[in-house]
C-alpha cells in the first residue's frame, strides 16, 4: 500500500519539523505504515512491521519495542531486539517505570541509564539495561484512549534528537490508531486474546531467528529480516515458517544421531 495525500501533507510537516535529515525518513515511515487493518489479524504484523521500520529510520535507535496494555496487563505486542525484553519485564512486575509511566500518565519519557536515573527507584534497582544507555517511551493514544508505549533503545547516550522525536511522535501515533482500530474492530478482550497467542508463537521464531544465526553467522536482526523475507515469498504466516525450520533442525538432528 503506498501513502496517500494527507500521508505526503504528513511528511511535509515534518519536513518542516525535522529538516532535510528527516524528510527522507519521513517518508519511509509514511510508506510502511501506510494503510489500515483489515481484520483482527492484521495487528501483529503491523506492529512488526512499524518497529521494523522505527528501527531502520530512527537514527540513533538500536532496539524498538511496543507495549501494549489490554484487560490491564501490559505485554510487549512487538519487538526487534528480545535482549530489551528483560528491560519491560522488570517493568511489568514492580508495577512501574517509563514505559508503564507514559502509558498512565500520557507522557514522554526519556531515560539515561548511566545518568543517575531516580525515577521509578524499583525498577532501576532491579534493571540491567545491558548495552542500553537510553530509552525513549511515548504514550501510544488515539482518539483520547491510550493502549501502551512506544519504546526506544539506544546504545549510545543522548541517542535521540528534536528530529528523531518529531519522528516517532508520528510512527507512535501510527501505532495508537491501529490498536484503536483493532479494538474497535474486534473488542479489547479479543485483542488481548491476540496478544497472548502472538507471545506464544513469538518463542518459536526466536528458537528460528537462532538457527539461523548460528547457520549464517549472522545478527539477530538480520536473521529476522531473512526470516520475514522468507516468510513473504513463500506466502507463510511468520509463526508457521519458523515452526517449520525448527521441525526440520529438530529432525536432522535426531536423524544424525
Given amino acids: 500500500m503506498g501513502t496517500t495525500d ?3 501533507r504528513e511528511a511535509e510537516a515534518l519536513y518542516d519539523d525535522a529538516g532535510q535529515r528527516g524528510l527522507g525518513a519521513a517518508k519511509r515511515l509514511m510508506d510502511d505504515l501506510a494503510g489500515n487493518l483489515e481484520g483482527l489479524d492484521d495487528l501483529t504484523p503491523y506492529l512488526e512491521r512499524l518497529v521494523q521500520s ?3 529510520n530512527i537514527d540513533g535507535c538500536d532496539c524498538v519495542g511496543v507495549t501494549v496494555v489490554m484487560e490491564d496487563r501490559p505485554r510487549t505486542a512487538a519487538y526487534t531486539t528480545a535482549g530489551t525484553l528483560e528491560i519491560d519485564a522488570v517493568q511489568y512486575a514492580v508495577g512501574d517505570g517509563p514505559c508503564l509511566d507514559a502509558f498512565r500518565n ?3 519519557n526519556l531515560v539515561d541509564f548511566a545518568g543517575g536515573e531516580e525515577r521509578w527507584p524499583a525498577f532501576i534497582e532491579g534493571c540491567d539495561p545491558g548495552d542500553v544507555q537510553t530509552l525513549l517511551a511515548l504514550p501510544l493514544e488515539s482518539d483520547q484512549r491510550r493502549f501502551g508505549a512506544l519504546n526506544l533503545y539506544g546504545y549510545a547516550r543522548n541517542a535521540f534528537d528534536h528530529t528523531d522525536l518529531a519522528l516517532v511522535r508520528m510512527a ?3 501505532a495508537a490508531d491501529a490498536l484503536a482500530a483493532a479494538v474497535d474492530l474486534a473488542g479489547a478482550r479479543e485483542v488481548a486474546g491476540q ?3 502472538a507471545m506464544a508463537s513469538r518463542a518459536v521464531i526466536e528458537q528460528a531467528k537462532g538457527l539461523l544465526m548460528g547457520r549464517h553467522q ?3 536482526m538480520v536473521a529476522f529480516e531473512l526470516l520475514r523475507r522468507q516468510s513473504q515469498e513463500q506466502n507463510l504466516k511468520l509463526r508457521v515458517l519458523a515452526a517449520q ?3 526440520e533442525a529438530r529432525s536432522s538432528r ?3 544421531m
Avoid: T
Fill in 6 to 8: 494527507e500521508d505526503a
Fill in 54 to 56: 522505527v528501527n531502520a
Fill in 106 to 108: 500520557g507522557r514522554e
Fill in 172 to 174: 507512535a501515533q501510527r
Fill in 195 to 197: 496478544m497472548e497467542q
Fill in 218 to 220: 549472522i545478527d539477530e
Fill in 245 to 247: 525450520l525448527v521441525a
Fill in 254 to 256: 535426531s536423524e544424525a
